[in-house]
């Protein structure tokens, strides 16, 4: 297989090389020869999505330096990628939604007039791909054949997001297959131009199904199938066509007695999404014949089964980019068998004989490696050996505890809603909503400390409604009442939970242990969405009394459980008040339903 040489500064040939066999649609081709004339590539490539060209691929990245080969006995088939230091996180502040009018972006998205998007990035591409190759990505969101699924095709001039895309999307001659001759495709146009921070945009123009994406390769910003197509974008398309992209894992639930349950969780980045979708439950449980499987760790599209009037719901994405840091045997064992072989690594620690290293992966750093920048590193150096967003890309084939139903077009019935942020006060362990708006009003409340998977300020208390903030691709307001609506569709709604793995003690100690225990909360919600569990009625929701969780075999007093679960009035009463923050943003488009909402719990405290 031809793979492009390494960039060069040669002047650009009168047309370029292409290889491999171009597509046929006839409306790809015309808007992949309007973005070759635009960013005049030396070379056009596209990807077929076969294992021999990703290892192509990789070969010819480790050539040009993009990838470095780690330790073939240890991790087969892995990869170091080392990013820009100036591009280790999404970009929010540099993300767009580009529509004719402001309000169909709303109050919480960057917006762009259409035009005015377009013609600010035109000369950022124009000639961006000069002595580059421009690869040509066909990819499918969603498991083939499912009627949700959506084909987008993405160009790029970055090696490391077309192999990433590989991996993360069903990518290649399946996609052609899927579209046939539809122009109804999204149309995903990408260049890392010298990776600038002030020549960056990601920006989303949805009524023409189109994204472009300028000065990123990080993963949010740069693999165009994952935030902006498979949430933005979808999330828009969602609201039209009657059905919903979340931010959210889906995870199967075996009981001992072989009954499955589908929960969906949605907590904002680096919360522990991929920890819980891939949990192994206590071995009380596992001796009981309790199992664990994942359908995703991110994303998830649901509709309403017409015939059942139940949600279903799928997993668009094919892989998993996953944060490192913490990550070990003991959190968790089915990520670090995913990304045990055939998976790349993505700014973590490089160790002497090429296995690789991050904070929290073993109790003892290493005596010395090469830190996320190339430095060389000890335990005395004063800085992190892995950047704290440091992530591993791998196929969702590699996870041992894969769902059975994970690529089935038809989807799985979800039976249970979770929300939940990292809150080290205030927000109890679990507790339940009374019914789906009162539920819908606890996802669009939801505050949530902020995390390195975006640029910021890092442990600061912000309102994330549905862990979605940066990734609605419309007005939010309109987002709240399609939640709402939803519902009407429904002949059964998901029960709706919330639930906080992170609340700390005066000392700063966590009081619960999470990980695998968490399977002890589950297993109420599961009972509760199945009408069989006990709770009591509180100011926040439907509690477990004493004696409803199942702690036995667990480490922790009576009054541990008591400081987890417990509301403070006046606490609860300063929440009420920050969340007023995004509601005062929404004004008069706060739908009345909440202020509603507002008004019972503030009854209640
Ligand atoms: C992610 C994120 O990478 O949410 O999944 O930032
Ligand atoms: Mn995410």
Redesign the pocket.
């Known amino acids: 297989m031809p793979v492009s040489p390494a960039p060069s500064k040669s002047a650009r040939p009168a047309a370029p090389a292409v290889h491999a066999t171009p597509v046929v649609n006839p409306s790809v081709r015309k808007w992949v020869d309007e973005c070759v004339d635009l960013c005049k590539p030396d070379d056009i490539y596209y990807c077929n999505g076969s294992i021999e060209e990703r290892e192509a691929l990789f070969d010819q990245g480790v050539r040009d330096g993009v990838f470095i080969k780690l330790n073939q006995q240890k991790l087969p088939g892995c990869y170091l990628h080392r990013s820009n230091p100036n591009d280790v996180a999404?970009s929010e502040h540099l993300t767009f939604i580009c529509t004719p009018s402001q309000d169909m972006a709303g109050v919480t998205n960057n917006w762009i007039e259409t035009k005015a998007g377009y013609a600010k990035l035109l000369p950022l591409f124009d000639g961006s791909m000069r002595g580059r190759t421009m690869y040509v990505i066909p990819f499918v969101m969603g498991p083939i054949g499912s009627p949700l699924a959506k084909v987008g095709v993405q160009l790029t001039d970055s090696l490391y997001v077309a192999v990433s895309m590989g991996l993360m999307t069903r990518m290649g001659d399946v996609a052609w297959r899927q579209l046939g001759q539809s122009d109804e495709f999204t149309r995903c146009l990408h260049s890392v131009l010298d990776v600038n921070p002030d020549r960056r945009y990601v920006c989303h123009f949805p009524l023409d199904n189109t994204i472009w994406s300028v000065g990123s390769g990080y993963?949010?910003n740069a693999l165009l199938g994952k935030?902006c197509l498979a949430l933005r974008i979808a999330s828009f398309l969602g609201q039209q066509q009657g059905w919903m992209a979340e931010?959210m894992l889906l995870m199967g639930a075996t009981a001992p007695g072989g009954e499955k349950t589908y929960v969906a969780a949605a907590f904002p980045?680096?919360c522990g999404k991929t920890n819980f979708a891939m949990l192994i439950p206590p071995k009380k449980y596992r001796d009981q014949g309790w199992k664990i499987t994942t359908v995703g760790d991110?994303i998830v599209w649901m509709w309403v089964d017409e015939k059942s009037g139940r949600v279903r719901a799928i997993n668009p994405e094919a892989g998993y980019?996953g944060v490192v840091p913490g990550t070990n045997e003991r959190t968790n064992p089915n990520a670090m068998a995913a990304m045990g072989h055939d998976a790349i690594y993505t700014n973590v620690a490089l160790l002497p004989d090429g296995d690789v290293w991050w904070e929290g992966k073993t109790k003892a750093p290493p005596a010395e490696c090469v830190d996320w920048t190339g430095q060389k590193w000890t335990p005395d150096s004063g800085r992190k050996a892995a950047h704290p967003n440091s992530r591993f890309t791998a196929p969702a084939r590699n996870n041992p505890a894969i769902d059975p139903a994970w690529d089935d077009p038809n989807g799985v019935e979800v039976a249970a809603i979770v929300f939940g942020g990292r809150r080290s006060r205030t927000v109890p362990l679990v507790y339940q909503a009374f019914n789906w708006l009162h539920g819908v009003y606890l996802g669009a409340t939801m505050g949530s400390e902020t995390t390195a998977?975006?640029t910021g300020a890092v442990g600061v208390v912000r309102r994330d409604p549905m862990a979605m903030l940066p990734f609605i691709g419309y007005n939010i307001r309109d987002y709240f009442v399609h939640w709402m609506r939803m519902r009407r569709r429904m002949t059964d709604c998901p029960r709706i939970f919330h639930v906080n793995w992170f609340r700390q003690d005066a000392d700063g100690n966590y009081l619960w242990p999470g990980f695998g225990e968490n399977m002890r909360v589950l297993k109420w919600i599961i009972d509760r969405s199945h009408g069989r569990a006990y709770a009591k009625e509180t100011m926040l929701g439907w509690m477990p009394k004493a004696g409803d969780l199942d702690l036995e075999g667990l480490d922790i007093s009576p009054a541990q459980i008591d400081a987890l679960q417990s509301v403070d009035a006046n606490e609860f009463k300063a929440e009420i008040l920050s969340q007023e923050e995004l509601f005062l943003k929404l004004a008069g488009d706060l739908p009345k339903e909440f202020v509603f909402q507002r008004e019972l719990l503030i009854a209640r405290l």
């Open positions: 999404r993963g949010g935030k931010h980045s680096a991110d980019f998977a975006a």
